[in-house]
């Protein structure tokens, strides 16, 4: 009886999902050119006010935070506040979104004198094309559904959902239109992975001055070692008379020598470090620098100057905790 009901669900769920799915694929056939005309007219005006009352106000919202984060500024209005006082928050730059599946909702149809009386255009997204909502507005999104995912009928569950997919089809195609990069979206994530990623670059982590262990190729092996060692980075720089990066000594080397058992401790630095090192200009992105790392398998990189000047050091494990992950792994966040 117990696996009977864990069936039963199972099937009720698909049923939700097939029904919401064609919902969704009605929105092809019902798209025309006023999807368009609301394209350029958000294109156009310098904000978003979106509206909506109810399941249709929380899709507003949503939609607003996906417009702002892509390029288009903009902000959910409650209409019943608005009616209080909130409309002085739309200008005559704007333009209103607003959000009801029967186009009837009294609250957002109060709204609407005051859009008429200062010039405001309004699009409706609703699955009532032959509303009040949709004879008031400038352009209208058709969201109809055959039918609602919840049995009763009642619940708004097949409708919001084409209203978010609408709402995310104009933000997306607004964004290309914008030409917004992923740089500009990291703009508008700066504490998120991604504008961790796309933001911070070597220079932002980078050990310099003092810290920046570096040696002229003079200097002989024990003077290397204790170059390395009183810097913590595993590793330092090798420069010629000029200051300019001619090789690296790093603590992998270190150990090859000293296992191989023919080391004299006297002896010039440039006579064992690696000449022409992988290095890193400063202005790059760190997780490029992590990535360039893990393609040459090491951990650290001089970071140079226009000029070939090792003006830094940076190492995996500066990046790793700045919460900056490769490139390889950008297609795994959620």
Known sequence: MAEEKKTDALEKARKVF????????????????????????????????????????????????TLASTGTPAFFMHPAEALHG???????????????????????????????HFNIPLIAVTGNAQSELARLADVVLNTSVK?????????????????????????????????????DFAVFHPSGTLGRRLLIKVQDLMHTGDANPVIHYSKNFKEAIIEMTSKGLGSTSVVDDDGKLIGILTDGDLRRILFAGSCDFNASVKQFMIKNPKTIYYDTLAVNAIDRMEQYNI????????????????????????GITTVREKGQEG
């Open 18 to 65: 097939r029904i919401e799915a064609d919902a969704i694929l009605s929105l092809c056939e019902k798209l025309d050119d006023n999807f368009n005309k609301a394209v350029e007219l958000l294109f156009n005006k310098k904000r978003v006010v979106l509206t909506g009352m109810g399941k249709a106000g929380h899709i507003a919202c949503k939609i607003a935070a």
């Open 86 to 116: 909130d409309l002085g928050m739309i200008t005559s730059d704007d333009v209103v979104i607003a959000f009801s599946n029967n186009g009837q909702t009294e609250e957002v149809l109060c709204i609407i004198p005051y859009l008429k």
């Open 147 to 183: 039918e609602e995912a919840c049995p009763l009928g009642l619940a708004p569950t097949a409708s919001t959902t084409t209203m978010l997919a609408m709402g995310d089809a104009l933000a997306v195609v607004l964004l290309e239109k914008r030409n917004f990069r992923e740089e």
């Open 299 to 322: 951990t650290v990189l001089p970071v140079i100057d226009d000029e070939h000047h090792p003006i830094g050091m940076i190492h995996m494990h500066d990046i790793l905790k700045a």
